[in-house]
């Protein structure tokens, strides 16, 4: 397995100062933004798109610093109800598709998106229950919105031999693994999903039983390391469908914080070791978004903790049951 670093808390940084930060931390990857909500500070796709000279830069740049780019980045809505701001996530997507394609690159990681309610509306809408009746109209046409756009997708991503990795996030339509698991059933192989623990605790999921649910399903193309804890005497009044901002710490339920301090070492060899046996051998991408700490201490941090979780070799005979 590889240890990788999403990088938009490096956006201080030149591409070359964070590829030489990346390898003075012992990293062997990283995830580029290359659009949408993580910007495209290190990579910027008109830069690189169908532009040999500086594709070799960033190679001879990555070859210099013994890195690799596990996937590009572009975390936006494509089937947002404005036509304008959809057209733009489905721009920033294709060509992240492309550009992956020309650099060699196996995975663009990028959300859902989420669909109005119905064809009249003009914002975006989360169903997160099927009462009363009309929300569950909503749910059936929105999922008709999605298959239609992934379908397609899909099949623009395998012209290119791209997976595409959907991270599972709230506000967006596929928000955990059972709708993950539907829209790559209903779209297509290359349809999977970039596996981020940290939405999926505040819900309650059971981490390691969402990678063997989607691990069966061979539906996991790319893993961000990134950690969540919930703050029980909050949640024990409100619950967890939090909407306090994010810098208001005290007073929400839960908060992304850097990995190790939401759940400990051993919790995390666990996430190692289930990804193994479901077949990923792929990178763990850091995602910092902690808080409560800078992103140089809360990266160094996690780069810590996960070097010793890592198994850095592939698996050898079991000549014990010989």
């Known amino acids: 397995m590889q240890l990788g670093v999403h990088t938009p808390p490096l956006a201080d940084e030149s591409l070359e100062g964070a590829l030489s930060y990346l390898d003075e931390q012992g990293v062997d990857a990283l995830e580029p933004g290359v659009g949408g909500h993580p910007g495209q500070d290190h990579l910027p796709r008109a830069e690189y798109l169908d532009n040999e000279d500086t594709q070799e830069e960033l190679q001879g740049l990555l070859d210099e610093y013994g890195l690799e780019i596990s996937a590009l980045a572009t975390h936006n809505n494509p089937l947002h109800p404005d036509e304008a701001r959809s057209a733009k996530a489905d721009t920033e997507l294709r060509e992240a598709i492309e550009l992956a394609d020309q650099l060699g690159v196996g995975a663009v990681t990028c959300f859902s998106g989420l669909p109005a309610g119905g064809p009249d509306d003009e914002v975006p809408n989360w169903i997160t229950a099927p009462w009363p009746p009309e929300h569950d109209e909503a749910l059936s046409y929105q999922w008709d919105v999605a298959v239609d756009y992934w379908a397609d997708l899909a099949d623009y991503a395998d012209e290119h031999d791209v ?21 790559r059933k209903e779209t297509g192989e290359r349809i999977g999903t970039n596996f981020d623990p940290s939405h999926l605790y505040w819900q309650g999921i059971t981490i390691t039983d969402a990678i063997r649910y989607l691990g069966k399903r061979d539906a996991i193309h790319h893993v961000h390391a990134k950690d969540t804890k919930i703050y029980d005497a909050q949640a024990r009044e409100k619950g967890v469908l939090d909407t306090t901002t994010y810098d208001d710490e005290p007073n929400r339920s839960w908060l992304f914080r850097s990995v190790g301090y939401g759940h400990g070492e051993a ?4 996430i190692v070791s289930t990804l193994r046996m479901v077949g ?5 991408s850091i995602e910092h978004e902690d808080s409560l700490t800078s992103s140089r201490e809360g990266l160094e941090k996690a780069i810590d903790l996960l070097q010793r979780t890592l198994f850095e070799t592939e698996p050898g005979e079991a000549y014990w049951a010989e």
């Open 163 to 183: 997976d595409v990795a959907i991270e599972m996030h709230p506000n967006m339509l596929v928000y955990e693994p059972h709708g993950m698991a539907r829209l």
């Open 267 to 270: 919790h995390w060899k666990d």
């Open 280 to 284: 990923y051998d792929g990178t763990l």
